[in-house]
């Protein structure tokens, strides 16, 4: 075996161990309603714990999404997230 082979077999058994890592930490992540940051019901505080951004942002995206898409289709996707993201239960 050459060794430019041997170091490929290698990085891809090094990939495959990283993917398979990152898959059972993604596995773990879940998204819940925030209790300690929110607003009205805590989706967009999950979201930024979910995502790992600001809550803020996201609810300042949200508000340019509704202004642009004439507020129903916003309040609609609002509503169904309040009612299928479950509450974290500490």
Do not use: H
Request: hydrophobic fraction near 50%.
């Amino acid at each position: 075996m050459s060794l430019e082979f041997e170091s490929m077999v290698i990085a891809g058994y090094n990939w495959f161990v990283n993917l398979d890592t990152m898959a059972s930490a993604k596995s773990q992540k879940r998204l819940y309603k925030s209790k300690d940051n929110k607003v009205i019901s805590g989706v967009f505080g999950g979201l930024g714990d979910y995502f790992d951004v600001d809550p803020t942002v996201l609810r300042l995206a949200y508000l340019v999404f509704v202004i642009l898409t004439g507020f129903f289709p916003g309040l609609i996707a609002y509503v169904i997230s309040v009612l299928i993201v479950p509450q974290k239960v500490s």
